[in-house]
């Protein structure tokens, strides 16, 4: 049981709860529990789906092989490749069973905007021209893990959208985002070798570190933006902010890059709990 919890990638889960907290946070007084919950389980499911049919079908291609980081499934040999396709089966399936629920108890848009997300999450690195090949992953990490997660579950509370729903949006998509980039930089050198065109990649090493840089700043600007004074409490995690910007540009490259991947979800967590604070006393 412990190589599918490795391969289901624990450290990539805050991309996960972190937009649904802020999401729900917003909402304040109309906050439902039921449907915080089931939009939860939507996010955690898709997250763990995508991160194991990335496992299967960089496995079944080989980019795998030669790659630093959290255990492979597939690469590894510690499950075969039917095996881990079937567990993206079952967790993506879960994610369309849950959000079935959330949707017959809001609206029933939300069908068509999770049957997107679940081609989007198996498309990334699955079937002939998956476009995390070509470098387009950071965008559909910030449109689905940040503007549909956070402004879903606040629409799936509320039944509207508001500009604020759409501030509080842009940092959970851009410090997803920095996981994905992170991770990305880390496997900077072997995907290109294998013709993997990632962001981190097509931007090269100095640009993509300015990039994650600038995707922990592009967070504290928008919150910012919403000007409530209470959600300025994310500025207690500056000093995190700082020292991973300063590690990234410092230099840090392969496996020293594995323990920064973990505190920039930590990073995202302890961020996503500070603004939803704010939120809630806003």
């Known amino acids: 049981m412990n190589k599918w919890i490795a391969g289901a990638r624990p450290k990539t889960l805050p991309a ?7 999401g729900t946070a917003l909402a304040g007084n109309e906050i439902d529990p039921l449907l915080a919950l089931l939009a939860l389980l939507v996010s955690l499911s898709l997250q763990i789906g995508v991160n194991y049919a990335n496992d299967y079908s960089d496995g079944v291609k080989g980019t795998d092989d030669n790659r630093v980081g959290p255990m492979r499934l597939v690469a590894s040999g510690a499950a075969s490749a039917h095996q881990v396709k079937t567990a993206a089966y079952i967790a ?19 069908i068509a905007v999770g049957a997107i997300a679940i081609a989007a999450a ?21 449109v689905f893990f940040g503007l549909v997660a956070t402004m879903g579950t606040y629409f799936a509370q509320t ?11 842009i940092p ?16 900077r050198a072997a995907d290109e070798l294998v013709g993997k065109r990632t962001l ?3 931007l090269g090493d100095s640009s993509a570190r300015t990039a994650f840089i600038a995707l922990l700043l592009l ?12 959600t300025l409490l994310t500025l207690l995690v ?18 020293a890059l594995i323990p920064l991947l973990g505190k920039t979800g930590k990073l995202q967590l302890r961020f996503a709990i500070l603004l939803s604070i704010g939120l809630l006393l806003s």
């Open 200 to 202: 981190a990649v097509r």
């Open 16 to 22: 996960a709860i972190a937009p649904v907290a802020v």
């Open 92 to 110: 993506l399936g879960c994610g369309g069973f849950f959000g079935l629920l959330l949707a017959l108890q809001t609206s029933l848009w939300l």
């Open 172 to 187: 959970m998509g851009s410090l997803s985002c920095a996981l994905l980039a992170i991770n990305n930089l880390r496997d």
């Open 122 to 142: 198996w498309g990334y690195t699955g079937g002939k021209n998956p476009y995390g090949y070509f470098g387009f992953g950071e965008l559909a990490v910030f």
């Open 159 to 169: 039944g509207t959208l508001t500009l604020d729903s759409l501030l509080v949006a």
């Open 219 to 230: 967070a504290h600007m928008s919150v910012i933006a919403l000007f409530k004074p209470w």
């Open 238 to 255: 500056l000093p995190m902010t700082f020292s991973l910007a300063k590690a990234i540009r410092a230099g840090a490259i392969g496996s």
